[in-house]
């Protein structure tokens, strides 16, 4: 089968596009015929050997997929030959990836894809959305009626939390920067947007919540906890999911005393039946259109190390070329 594949971590280069042999379902896995895929940040630190993880050489990348069920291991019971399916969190401690033709996927990790749903909205809101799902519902526990700020809305994290925070019937302010990116973010669903480059967040967002907001999400790699421990309200929380080596300042006083929660994770060390909770719901909104993947591009799998530089240009470099995912077609 064709794959996007490492031999050895660092940059986009080390990428080869190439044949590999399919791999067989084992036990509970299934094997699946990849229709698309989308590309995540974690990939690129992975690859580049920014997170130190196992991996089995030659290591295909990537997480994401959707695709069909082309055969089932001896142990599968919820899925069989035919069935279409989405998934994430492969490729991460000592899985293979899924930038491939084919890729076999432990059941616990696969999810129905409702009818009307293309491939490609599939794959682009599967680690992204169990991400928003984690943090808004069993994190933060977001409630129907409080504010909620998300810096970046309209990358591919901050997209799916403005629409699943509208979802579970919230009020939505958030950030961008540049006009296009604020209209985008007003599409998702958001109630307020800010323009992060030429309004000052802190000033709008006193307009826009005086009292405060309920869940301040961060999605930068390097969290300004003044700007945002100053803009939660009484008992607000905060979620952290970003920025491995960022160690910035942070106002202890005036934290406890409002009563806030500080709460971090990050998405690949849930549970299977935590991930199957938020893919569930992703599952419905969806096919109520209440969610919708943000797809800012769509190349063939063959391009795969040129997606790994346009995101890490994007997410690390702060370029802002992209405004969401970029989803690859075997
Ligand atoms: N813990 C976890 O489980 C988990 C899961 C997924 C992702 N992550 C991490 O979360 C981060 C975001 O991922 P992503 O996929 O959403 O990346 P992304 O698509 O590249 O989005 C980055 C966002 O940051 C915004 N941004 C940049 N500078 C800003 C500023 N000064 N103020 C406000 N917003 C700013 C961008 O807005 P503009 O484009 O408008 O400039 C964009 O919306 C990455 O570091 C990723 O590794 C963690």
């Given at each position: 089968m064709k794959a996007a594949y490492i031999e050895r971590t660092g940059p986009p280069e080390n990428?080869?596009?190439?044949?590999?042999?399919?791999?067989?379902?084992?036990?509970?896995?299934?094997?699946?015929r990849i229709a698309a895929v989308a590309v995540n940040p974690v990939d690129t630190y992975i690859r580049g050997g920014m997170i130190k993880m196992q991996l089995p050489f030659p290591f295909i990348i990537g997480c994401d997929f959707a695709g069909t069920v082309a055969e089932t291991g001896p142990r599968v019971r919820r899925f069989k030959p035919g069935d279409?399916?989405?998934?994430?969190?492969?490729?991460?401690?000592?899985?293979?990836?899924?930038?491939?033709?084919y890729a076999s996927v432990d059941e616990c990790w696969l999810y129905p894809t409702p009818a009307g749903i293309g491939e490609e909205q599939a794959a682009a809101v599967a680690l992204v959305g169990i991400t928003a799902h984690l943090g808004l519902v069993r994190e933060a526990r977001l409630k129907r009626g409080e504010t909620v700020f998300v810096n970046g809305?309209?990358?591919?994290?901050?997209?799916?939390?403005v629409q699943m925070a509208k979802a579970i019937g919230a009020r939505v302010i958030t950030t961008a920067g540049s006009d296009r990116k604020l209209e985008?973010?007003?599409?998702?669903?958001?109630?307020?947007?800010?323009?992060?480059?030429?309004?000052?967040?802190?000033?709008?967002?006193?307009?826009?919540?005086?009292?405060?907001?309920?869940?301040?999400?961060?999605t930068l790699r390097e969290p300004n906890f003044d700007l945002?421990?100053?803009?939660?309200?009484?008992?607000?929380?905060?979620?952290?999911?970003?920025?491995?080596?960022?160690?910035p300042p942070?106002?202890?006083?005036?934290?406890?005393?409002?009563?806030?929660?500080?709460r971090g994770f990050v998405m690949f060390m849930a549970t299977p039946e935590e991930q199957r909770a938020g893919a569930e719901d992703i599952n419905r909104w969806l096919g109520e259109g209440k969610l919708k993947a943000n797809i800012?591009?769509?190349?063939?799998?063959?391009?795969?190390?040129?997606a790994h530089r346009l995101?890490?240009?994007?997410?690390?470099?702060?370029?802002?070329?992209?405004?969401g995912k970029i989803v690859l077609k075997p």
């Open positions: 990428i080869i596009f190439g044949e590999l042999a399919a791999p067989k379902p084992a036990d509970a896995q299934c094997l699946i279409r399916v989405w998934g994430s969190n492969q490729g991460l401690l000592g899985r293979q990836g899924t930038f491939a033709e809305g309209s990358g591919g994290v901050g997209s799916a939390v985008l973010c007003r599409k998702l669903g958001a109630d307020f947007v800010i323009n992060y480059k030429t309004q000052n967040v802190e000033t709008e967002l006193k307009k826009l919540a005086p009292a405060g907001v309920n869940v301040w999400w961060e945002a421990v100053g803009g939660l309200a009484a008992r607000g929380r905060m979620v952290v999911m970003a920025g491995r080596e960022a160690r942070f106002p202890v006083g005036p934290f406890y005393v409002k009563g806030c929660a500080l800012d591009r769509v190349l063939p799998l063959s391009e795969a190390a040129a995101q890490e240009e994007s997410t690390i470099g702060k370029s802002g070329a992209l405004s």
